[in-house]
């Protein structure tokens, strides 16, 4: 995976969903979101704590190589366990309870991803770092995880808002490279359209976004898709 390329999908992505808040009023940060028990302020906080992660990862020692892609970063393990979960749900509503309103916490996730596209920036291809899980990844790869959980949750704030969604094709075109393989995304993709899926509708029924019927359960089967363990 080209880093640079990642890496601006990044920008793009996270720069969209730090906009995107700018606008939120104090019921809305309230709603309810798909990801119960999350409200927005909750959602939001669990983003900006996922990609706050990377500082301290490029600041610790780089693993002699890389061993795990973003593929196999999602195999579902014990970091997708109940009590793994019920933490990451703990640590998201502790962060939000912190902020002493909705724009003090909009702001705050925009200062962590101006700092996570600045230190990536300044990173060479090819640089590899350890995970809190232990995996050692490309910085690039795991990059690209992030990149999935800003888009990802951005399509299910923009629905707890009752917003269009604002998800860059930057993102989304590797959030499909990663579903349905980069090199056979274009033979992939039209494939889909002859379901009738764009690439949005794609995204949220391969996300778990929109529900998928039993005939398009077993043609989705068949193009290889990959579907993620998201937690």
């Known amino acids: 995976m080209d880093q640079g390329r990642v890496v601006e999908a990044f920008r793009l992505e996270a720069g969209q969903l730090a906009e995107a808040m700018t606008g939120v009023s104090a019921a809305e940060w309230q709603l309810p979101t798909r990801c119960a028990p999350w409200t927005v302020s909750d959602l939001l906080a669990h983003v900006r704590v996922v990609i706050a992660w990377l500082p301290g990862m490029l600041a610790g020692p780089a693993p002699t190589r890389a061993e795990v892609s973003a593929v196999g970063y999602y195999r579902p393990d014990g970091r997708f366990a109940p009590d793994t979960n019920a933490a990451r749900i703990a640590l998201a509503q502790d962060h939000a309870a912190q902020q002493l309103s909705g724009a003090a916490l909009a702001a705050d996730f925009d200062a962590t991803r101006q700092q996570v596209d600045r230190l990536c920036r300044a990173e060479p291809e090819g640089r590899v770092v350890r995970t809190r899980h232990g995996d050692p ?38 959030l499909q490279d990663l579903l349905l393989g980069p090199d056979e995304a274009a033979a992939e993709a039209a494939a889909l359209e002859k379901l009738g899926w764009g690439q949005l509708r794609f995204l949220r029924k391969a996300t778990g976004r929109e529900p998928i ?15 993620l363990t998201l937690g």
Do not use: Y
């Open 137 to 174: 990844m490309l910085l690039s790869e795991f990059l690209l995880t992030r990149v999935v959980e800003v888009a990802v949750h951005g399509l299910d704030l923009a629905d707890a808002l009752g917003r269009e969604p604002w998800l860059t094709s930057q993102a989304a075109d590797l």
């Open 213 to 227: 019927t039993r005939e398009e359960a077993a043609d989705v089967s068949r193009l290889g898709i990959r579907w």
